[in-house]
T-cell receptor
């Protein structure tokens, strides 16, 4: 159980275009979803936290207008990179969690999406 | 702000031997959660072990155990009988017990298993 999927797993786009990445919890209802960014050989950096039906909370330094997050349902969150540029190229990882006695604060991670902006 | 520090960028161990990965953290909270996550070459994050700060007993999961020293704010991971499949990046992470469940990750330690 507790499977999270991401789509696409790899995307290449031209500079100036927008790219949408989907994150789905397949077998549970995620009260909260998180989006991380990971540069090569570095750690995960939290970009934003989103709760179903409410606006995402962005971490300091993350551009809200550049990285649009929509958490439309308890099983789906999307990250849209708007007007992508080469410096946005990175590995994006989502995770999901839910409140429950056995899973306090545990996050279940998706397999990640590699974005390359040409 | 809460910070997590992993001072060992790389570690290596012989297969079947034991290795300990270090992690220290800084917090003013008394209740929180600590985690070790594994990221193999596939880059899928996998939870290795979790520790609740209010529990004095160290968590164990098969060959994985932690040494949780709350006063010293230290949370090391011991891997016994190391296997080739243990080769990965290991991240220590901190989470608040109340409010936002977000994770703060350390820099990571790359573990190599020598056959």
């Amino acid at each position: 159980g507790a499977v999270v999927s991401q789509h696409p797993s790899w995307v290449i786009c031209k500079s100036g275009t927008s790219v949408k990445i989907e994150c789905r919890s397949l077998d549970f209802q995620a009260t909260t979803m998180f989006w991380y960014r990971q540069f090569p050989k570095q750690s995960l950096m939290l970009m934003a936290t989103s709760n179903e039906g409410s606006k995402a909370t962005y971490e300091q330094g993350v551009e809200k207008d550049k990285f649009l997050i929509n958490h439309a349902s308890l099983t789906l969150s999307t990250l849209t990179v708007t007007s992508a540029h080469p410096e946005d190229s990175s590995f994006y990882i989502c995770s999901a969690s839910f409140r429950g006695l056995a899973y306090y604060n545990e996050q279940f991670f998706g397999p990640g999406t590699r974005l390359t902006v040409l | 702000a809460q910070t997590v520090t992993q001072s060992q960028p790389e570690m290596s161990v012989q297969e079947a031997e034991t290795v300990t990965l270090s992690c220290t953290y800084d917090t003013s909270e008394s209740d929180y959660y600590l985690f070790w996550y594994k990221q193999p070459p596939s880059r899928q994050m996998i939870l290795v072990i979790r520790q609740e700060a209010y529990k004095q007993q160290n968590a164990t999961e098969n060959r994985f155990s932690v040494n949780f020293q709350k006063a010293a704010k230290s949370f090391s991971l011991k891997i016994s009988d190391s296997q080739l499949g243990d080769a990965a990046m290991y991240f220590c992470a901190y989470s608040w017990s109340q409010g936002a469940q977000k994770l703060v990750f350390g820099q990571g330690t790359r573990l190599t298993i020598n056959p």
